[in-house]
């Protein structure tokens, strides 16, 4: 059981590339989460899909777009990369009907540097 | 004001001691609280979550939850250098969409 999959695990950029992050579940969960993560900071949410078919805002979703191709597969698309989006990404899925206790998987991250 | 917010430490125990981590978060309709741990370089992991109102205790790990006072708070007994990590509070909003928001995290470094 692979749980969650990201990729790539490392990446580097030039100002103004585009590059998509994918992310694959095979836990049968509804809701899935696209995070970054700056040196020495918490996790601060990008966008999130609370099931197929939605997709929200979070707290930094400037610079980002999302899809969610099916239940399994939630993307995370940079259009024209900048410094200021060097980070470390993580995607993470929980079930949605559930909401008191489920706990929330995380993939390994991917870490990019936008040069 | 921040959903969810910590010291961001870091907060440093001696081995064997009691480290006592706390979390405020904003919004009074959260319903659902957990406590992550995040090694250097890897990715979060869950501890305990909690949603009573009170204590919950999980071998050296007591989670504590007020909502009148809207904080969540984490105990680790009989600190360990293995311990030495961030710990990451997170908060369930159920009408918004199952959202999941982190706070910022405490580092914590057990000194043997």
């Known amino acids: 059981n692979a749980g969650v999959t990201q990729t790539p695990k490392f990446q580097v950029l030039k100002t103004g590339q585009s590059m998509t992050l994918q992310c694959a579940q095979d836990?049968?969960?509804?809701?899935m989460y696209w995070y970054r993560q700056d040196p020495g900071m918490g996790l601060r949410l990008i966008y999130y899909?609370?099931?197929?078919?939605?997709?929200d805002k979070g707290e930094v979703p400037n610079g980002y777009n999302v899809s969610r191709l099916n239940k399994r597969e939630f993307s995370l698309r940079l259009e024209s990369a900048a410094p200021s989006q060097t980070s470390v990404y993580f995607c993470?899925?929980?079930?949605?009907?559930?909401?008191?206790?489920?706990?929330?998987?995380f993939g390994q991250g991917t870490r990019l540097t936008v040069v | 004001q921040k959903e969810v917010e910590q010291n961001s430490g870091p907060l440093s125990v001696p081995e064997g001691a009691i480290a006592s981590l706390n979390c405020t978060y904003s919004?009074?309709?959260?319903?659902?609280f957990f406590w992550y741990r995040q090694y250097s370089g890897k990715s979060p992991e869950l501890i305990m979550f909690?949603?009573?109102?009170g204590d919950k205790e999980d071998g050296r790990f007591t989670a504590q939850l007020n909502k009148a006072s809207q904080y969540v708070s984490l105990l680790i007994r009989d600190s360990q250098p293995s311990d030495s990590a961030t710990y990451l509070c997170?908060?369930?909003?159920?009408?918004?969409?199952?959202?999941?928001?982190f706070g910022g995290g405490t580092r914590v470094l057990v000194k043997p």
């Open positions: 993470a899925s929980k079930v949605q009907n559930h909401p008191l206790n489920t706990e929330a998987f």
């Open positions: 836990m049968n969960h509804n809701s």
């Open positions: 899909s609370a099931s197929e078919g939605t997709t």
């Open positions: 919004d009074r309709g959260s319903q659902s």
């Open positions: 909690i949603y009573s109102n």
């Open positions: 997170a908060v369930t909003l159920p009408g918004a969409g199952n959202k999941l928001t």
